[in-house]
Every structure is written in C-alpha cells, then in structure tokens.
C-alpha cells in the first residue's frame, strides 16, 4: 500500500519535474525573439528608459511606418527597396536552384551511374566553403564581369549555394517513391518522361516544395556574400539593410527591432507550412543509403 | 546495334540530368577557388591591380604562419567551434529525450523548435546585441531589477564575456537541429528491442547507452553533417555583435578575412587565410560525412 503511494507520488513528481523543464525550454526558445517583437512596437523612448519600463505603455505601428518612410519622421534608410530586392533575389535563385535540384535529384535517386557517391560529396564540399571566404574572389570576378552590386550577381552566387543541399532533400524524397510505379506507366505505355510528370512529380511535390522553403530561406537570411557583393539599394537585401542603423552613431533600437520582424515574418510563416515535410526529408536523404 | 545506342542513352541520361548543378558548382565556386589559390600566391591589393601579376609564391603563407594574430583567431575558432557544436550536441539530445517523453502538445513543441532554426544569423546577432546591451538590455535590467546586481555586466564589451555571449547565441541558434534530428530518430525507433532490454533486466542507463545512443548516432551524423555546411555563419554572429572586438579578443577567422580582405584591401593575404578556412571546413564536413555513411553501413543501409 505505502509502495504504491509512494510511486505515485514520485511519478506525479517527475511529471511535473518533466513539465517544468519544457517550460524552461520554451521560454529560452521562445522569449528572445518575443522580446524583439514587442520592442518593434515601442516607442524608443520606453526601450532607452532608465529604470526599464517593464509594462508597455502603449503600442503601435509608428516603427514600421518610420523604417518604410510614412508619416513625418524619415529614417533614411530604403527598407522598402531592400525588401524589394530581397523578395526578387530570394524567388529567382530559389526557382532556378529547385529546377537544377530536381534534376540532379532525380538523377541521383533513379540511376546507377559511375562516380555517384564522389559526385555527391564533391557538391557537399563546394557547399562547405566559407562564405567570407568565398566572397573574396567571387567579388573580384564579379567586379571584372561588372556583376558587383546588381541582383543578378547575387542570384548566380545563391543559385550555387542553394544546389547541393536542395539536391539532398529532393533525392531523398524521390526515393521515398516506389520506383515501381512509374515503371508499371511505363509499361502500359508511358515515356519516362510522361511517367515523371504525371506520377513521380505529383507526389514528390510537398517535398520539393519544402526543399523550395529551405532554398529562399537560405538566400532570404544569407549575409556574409552580400554584404560584400553589393553597395547600394540596387542589389542591398535586408541582412545587409540591419547592419545601415548601427552605422549610425546612436543606434536606433526601435527600429531595427521593426526590421527584424520583418525579416523574420516569412520565415516563420514559411517554417510553419513545410515543417512536416523538411523534417521527412533531411532525415530520410541521410539515413537511407 | 539499337540496343548499344539506347544503352548508352541511359548511361549518358543521369550525367546530362546533373549537368547544370555540376556547371554551377564549377563556374561559382571551384573557377573562384582556383582564382583564390592563384590570387594567394601574389602580394595583390585592390588598390594596384597591377600586383595580380606579381608572383611570390608562398610568402603570404609564410607571412600569416608567422603572424600571432593569425593564430590567435585560427585557434579561437577551433576552440569556439569545439565548445558550441558539442553543447549543441549535449542539449539537442537532453530536449529529443525530453519532448520525446511528453505525451501532449509534441508536434506544437517541435514546430517551436524549428524557429531558431530558420532565423538568419544575422538576426539572431541583433537579437542577442539587443538582450545582452550593457544600458538598455532586458538582461541586464532583469539582474538589476531583481537586485542580483547593482552594477551594468558588460556584457559585449568584456572580452571574456563577449565570447561567452557570442558562443551562447550560436547555441541558441543551432541547437535545434541537433533537437529535431534526434527527435526524428527517436520517433522512427522500434519498440521491440527496447522492451527486451528491459524484460532482461537493463536499467534505464544501460537501455539509453547500448541501445538509444547507437540507434541515434546516424541522426546525430545528418546533424552534424549539415551543422558543418554552415559552420562559418558564425561570422554573421560576430560580425554584428561585437565585430571582433574589444582589441580584437573576439576576432574568429572569418572575421579576420573580412578585415584582411576587405577593410586592410590585402587581398592576397586575405586570400591565403581563406583557403586555409576553406581547407578546415572542407575537412570538417568530409569528417562528418564519412561518419555517416559508415553509421549507415553499420545500420545495413535501412532501418
């Protein structure tokens, strides 16, 4: 009898124990990035205050209407035309990277061909270098092709950086498929080509479609080369576009906390949508030979 | 006669399909690299074009093999890398084991996990910058409000604590990989082999150390083998937090590539830095990926 009191009670000790650790998780997880989006609706006279105002006060959009340039006080710093830039260099190189990723997935996944695991691994290692590293003589070409601070330069250089890893996912989730159908429409009298389109693509598509996420991703965030790849409101995408407030001899906090979410509205939304079939794939690409 | 050429379509159908990932990979980054290579063995700046052409051979080698500085941030990065990507390691294992064991809510936990993920580095520099400043940041106004301290922690501008600040952000921003993978791994686990364990009498212990870890170890390799793709985004973390400073005591290779490359114009000595970051982390990923191609050998290929 006191047994088994006993081992309930330790067992509703250690569910609380339990729940009290995710708890903590979460809060570590979720609070910093809470805290930055809370202060985007501050005014910056209630971030600076001294002792710290813990209640907000008020709330409002007055931030993001600064940063994109309504209303009467002008920041100075073309947020709309980052994001534009943004939005046009993330798409491009995620469209052309999931068509070439397709391909060599495809290609990787439904054929034995000679030197496929070094061919593999040498589009890993391109993906390994550094890509401070890498800038250096990408922005002395590029200066030579006059392709330094253009979109178009940048789209080239995220293209190569988004290959490798979408070719991973995608041929994971083409082996997910049983090659056997597709042989059977070859068989009643598909091409391999028709068979592709009409059976393999339908149902790779939310996998390709979460490679996709994980591409525009990759560029939306992408900092290290385009800070150095571009100058002006030409080609500057947001990452670049944060670091423009702390230039400043007081940084304006309010406003980079705006910026921040409005980098990081997409990529939770996007996260949020093909979370299911990102996991699927990473893990079903590694651990299937 | 046919059938030789239909054969040799086939064979020569998955070269043409990898093509145009083959000739990006080439014309973006192994034609640059090779430019790199040649640009190291030259004393070339930005502002003489001229000395591109001048051929020195290993001299900047030589030059930043001699150089403290140089060593003093190569080791810091092999340090930083070390400490973080084994803390992410330790604790992306203790939140898999933990959510795993939680019967409610798994899937909105795991989706949460998944944010840190998808932030850009960048933002996630801002964002510790933004916590951990010495004046208005909430840590600080937390420890004072609580009366832990009466005094501002400097935070980002000690150098001990500067690095401490930039290796916690780092691990709040990888860890989850490690999380999701092993959670993954832990969901595809048979029960079977657990319970037979267990009716054998293995303690908790034994069950985690000889069969979960080993079961694990493949996921843990993708994480790894991922993680180490990008392990030079950590050059965005420190670039907006602390920008190498104070006096440089903060400065991990890349950044000073940057500096070398870009704000000192010493390209070639720039350069000779950046193969040998090119070197480590080519390495750093074969490693990683030759470890998991043998845990799947191990495992027979399939699960």
Not at chain 1, 229 to 256: E, N, Y
Not at chain 2, 233 to 249: E, H, K, S
Request: with cysteine; proline share 5%; net charge positive.
């Amino acid at each position: 009898m006191t047994v088994s009191v006993e081992s309930r009670a330790s067992k509703q000790a250690k569910k609380v124990a339990l729940w009290l650790a995710t708890f903590l998780l979460m809060l570590v997880m979720c609070v910093p990035g809470l805290w930055v989006v809370l202060s985007a609706f501050r005014p910056n006279r209630e971030i600076l205050a001294k002792p710290p105002v813990w209640v907000p006060e008020e709330l409002s959009l007055v931030n993001f209407g600064k940063i994109f340039g309504f209303g009467a006080e002008q920041v100075g710093i073309p947020v709309g035309s980052y994001f534009t830039n943004s939005l046009i260099i993330a798409l491009t190189s995620t469209v052309i990277a999931l068509i070439i990723g397709v391909a060599g997935g495809y290609s990787f996944a439904r054929y034995r061909f000679r030197f496929k695991g070094g061919i593999f691994l040498g589009l890993m290692l391109f993906r390994a270098v550094p890509g401070i590293a890498l800038s250096l003589p990408v922005f002395m070409m590029w200066s030579r092709l006059g392709l330094v601070d253009t979109k178009l330069g940048l789209i080239i250089v995220y293209v190569s950086l988004n290959v490798p890893f979408t070719i991973w996912l995608i041929d994971g989730f083409f082996r997910q498929i049983p090659q056997a159908l597709s042989e059977a429409a070859q068989v009643d009298g598909c091409t391999r080509w028709q068979a592709f389109w009409k059976i393999e693509f339908p149902l790779a598509k939310s996998g390709i479609a979460a490679a996709g996420v994980f591409a525009f991703l990759t560029s939306w965030n992408e900092f290290a080369l385009a800070s150095q790849l571009t100058r002006s409101t030409d080609s500057k995408t947001l990452p670049v576009g944060l670091l423009d407030f702390t230039a400043q001899f007081t940084i304006d906090w309010a406003g980079m906390c705006a910026m921040a979410v409005i980098i990081i509205i997409p990529a939770l939304i996007l996260t949020f949508i093909v979370q299911k079939h990102l996991i699927a794939g990473l893990t079903f690409g590694g651990v299937k030979g | 006669m046919i059938r030789a050429l239909t054969t040799r379509r086939t064979e020569m159908a998955p070269f043409l399909l990898l093509l145009p990932a083959i000739a990006t990979m080439l014309f973006v980054v192994a034609l640059p690299l090779v430019f790199s290579l040649w640009t190291s063995l030259t004393p070339y700046k930005l502002t003489k074009p001229d000395t591109l052409y001048d051929f020195i051979w290993f001299r900047n080698y030589i030059r930043i093999f001699a150089d403290w500085d140089f060593w003093e941030a190569f080791l810091r990065t092999i340090a930083f890398l070390t400490v973080a990507i084994n803390l992410e390691f330790a604790l992306g294992l203790g939140i898999a084991l933990l959510i795993n064991k939680i019967t409610w809510g798994q899937r909105g936990l795991r989706t949460i996990m998944m944010f840190p993920m998808m932030f850009s580095p960048i933002l996630v520099g801002f964002q510790f910058k933004f916590l951990f400043n010495d004046h208005i940041g909430v840590v600080n106004n937390a420890l004072q409000s609580l009366g832990l301290t009466d005094q501002a922690i400097p935070w980002l501008v000690d150098a001990n604590l500067a690095m401490f600040s930039i290796t916690l952000a780092e691990v709040w921003m990888s860890t989850s990989v490690f999380a999701i993978l092993l959670l993954a791994g832990l969901f595809a686990m048979p029960r079977d082999p657990l319970e037979a364990a267990r009716v054998d009498g293995c303690n908790p212990w034994q069950v985690f150390r000889h069969i979960t870890l080993p079961f694990l170890m493949p996921f843990a390799y993708i994480a790894m083998a991922i993680r180490s793709l990008d392990v030079a985004r950590a050059y965005d973390l420190v670039a907006v937090m602390t920008d190498g400073g104070p006096a440089g005591r903060t400065e991990l290779l890349w950044t000073l590539i940057a500096r070398t490359g870009y704000d000192e114009a010493k390209m070639g000595q720039a350069n000779a830095m950046a193969y040998i970051s090119t070197i480590l982390s080519v390495l750093f990923t074969w490693h990683f990926y030759r470890k998991l191609v043998a845990a799947r050998r191990y495992m027979g290929g399939a699960e």
